[in-house]
Nanobody, 126 residues
Framework: QVQLVESGGGLVQAGGSLRLSCAAS????????MGWFRQAPGKEREFVAA????????HYAYSVAGRFTISRTNAKNTVYLEMNGLKAEDTAVYYC???????????????????WGQGTQVTVSS
């Protein structure tokens, strides 16, 4: 069992910055990679960023590349999403997810992940 607790969401002005946190607990040794997804009202959940549990490989959606940074703190088993240059279209509920790993699926696909956080709201005002 893996538990994910997200925090850091809120209201921010366009062009501003925000850092999201996702604390993992439980059987974290089984985690292969962590991902961030987001979902706006009436929209499907979409990939944002992913990182291997070792922290060696990072991937980003084209829409956030160059603005967002994903990272991990080993001591606290926490994954962060640093968001800079926020735009109104970044407004969504952001979810972190844990992929326990199998044959090594695509990091950008929702079905590859086994556990999900509760989500944290990010609202960007323009």
């Amino acid at each position: 069992q893996v538990q994910l607790v997200e925090s850091g969401g809120g209201l921010v002005q366009a062009g501003g910055s925000l850092r999201l946190s996702c604390a993992a607990s439980g059987r974290t040794f089984t985690i292969y990679r962590m991902g961030w997804f987001r979902q706006a009202p009436g929209k499907e959940r979409e990939f944002v960023a992913a990182i291997s549990w070792s922290g060696g490989n990072m991937h980003y959606a084209y829409s956030v590349a160059g603005r967002f940074t994903i990272s991990r703190t080993n001591a606290k088993n926490t994954v962060y999403l640093e968001m800079n240059g926020l735009k109104a279209e970044d407004t969504a509920v952001y979810y972190c997810a844990a992929d326990l790993g199998d044959s090594g699926g695509n990091y950008y696909l929702e079905y590859e992940y086994d556990y999900w956080g509760q989500g944290t709201q990010v609202t960007v005002s323009s």
